[in-house]
């Protein structure tokens, strides 16, 4: 009988255990042993495993966090940790691990399927900044948390005539700014992949008021910069009222919207798949509505990109 593990790690987000769900599902059902590995790595290395059976992935679905839960682990990054995590995998007779984060938990497995382990990737993080996927588990809620929340700085911005600039997630990745941005209708977005003219933006926000506005909103991934720096260079060079908003880890919460659930259940459905063959050594994800695959090494020489298209319908609409 096939033993697989399934763990959670890195930064959670909204989707992961519509994932777990979908994997211990099916795994079950085609005859495997599933078994949970709570806080990532962390769990790996404290062999913290227990066994997964129905009951336990019933009630989930909608839940966002990860009741695995999650962890970043400095130690797993070493040698000794990882054959450690290793020497419990071998011991519990684990032979097959599925690993749900993003690109540094790839990182991790990657190291595990060198040294053995039958491992694959799940894209789980808010940041959308994993190549060769279109979507990462939890950026379409994530969009959705962004977009309500403008709504409702709007309607106090509105009241005073003021200038909202929000700071969001991403990391290194402006993928959550543009989308939402473009999803809200803002005024600027500040990203980190392409330089904005900030006296353009200035000017922009001055018309606006001029010409009637009562309130704008400036969109800014945290890999461009702070919102509260951008919102003083805002007050310097005009003479508009202006707050800065970090919406911060709210933006990792709440229930998981359809799509993250279906797209969760495809791919959870889809790695049992893979495992069945015992085609190892891969990350999942979707590419044109479809769920693909590609190697760890092949997703860490390809670059995410964001989608310069995307970004020209943006300046087009604004
Ligand atoms: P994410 O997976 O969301 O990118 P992190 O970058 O924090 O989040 O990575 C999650 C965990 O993966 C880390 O805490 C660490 O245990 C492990 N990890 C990250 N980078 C490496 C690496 N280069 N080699 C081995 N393990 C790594
Ligand atoms: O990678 C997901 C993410 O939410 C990033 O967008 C953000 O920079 C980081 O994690 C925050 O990490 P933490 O939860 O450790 O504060």
Redesign the pocket.
């Known amino acids: 009988m096939k033993k697989v593990a399934v763990l959670t790690?890195?930064?959670d987000s909204q989707g992961m255990n519509s994932a777990v769900r979908s994997i211990v599902k099916t795994g079950l059902q085609n005859g495997f042993e599933m078994i949970g590995v709570k806080s990532?790595?962390?769990g790996l290395m404290k062999k913290d495993f227990f066994k997964l059976e129905l009951e336990d992935v019933g009630d989930i679905l909608y839940r966002g966090g990860t009741f695995l839960q999650s962890?970043?682990?400095?130690?797993?990054?070493t040698k000794e940790?990882?054959l450690k995590a290793i020497s419990n995998l071998n011991a519990a007779a684990i032979e097959y691990l599925v690993v749900i984060?993003?690109?540094?938990?790839?990182?991790?497995a990657?190291?595990l399927k060198q040294r053995g382990i039958k491992t694959y990737g799940l894209p789980?993080?808010i940041?959308n900044d994993i190549p060769l996927t279109d979507y990462t588990i939890g950026f379409d809620t994530t969009l959705n948390v962004v977009t309500d929340a403008i709504g409702n700085l709007r309607d106090t911005m509105s009241s005073h005539e003021r200038v909202s600039v929000i700071e969001v997630m991403g990391?290194n990745c402006g993928d959550i700014a543009l989308q939402a941005g473009i999803s809200s209708g803002v005024d600027a977005i500040l990203i980190p992949e392409f330089k904005s003219d900030m006296k353009q933006i200035y000017k922009k926000l001055m018309d606006g008021f001029e010409q009637g506005k009562t309130h704008s909103i400036v969109m800014v991934a945290e890999g461009a910069g702070s919102a509260e720096a951008i919102a003083e260079l805002i007050k310097e060079h005009t003479d508009l009222d202006t707050r800065a908003t970090v919406l911060g880890h709210i933006q990792r919460g709440g229930t998981p919207s359809a799509f993250d659930r279906i797209f969760t259940s495809r791919m959870g459905h889809k790695v049992i798949d893979l495992i069945n063959q015992d085609l190892t050594g891969v990350a999942l994800g979707m590419e044109n509505n479809e769920i693909t695959y590609h190697t760890f090494e092949e997703i860490f020489s390809a670059k995410k990109v964001v989608d310069k298209k995307l970004y020209k319908i943006f300046e087009d609409l604004v």
């Not at 962890?71 to 990054?77: D, G, I």
């Not at 984060?101 to 991790?108: I, L, N, V």
């Open positions: 790690s890195g930064g990532g790595y962390k962890a970043r682990s400095e130690a797993f990054k940790g990882q984060g993003g690109d540094g938990s790839y990182r991790g990657a190291e789980g993080t940041d990391r």
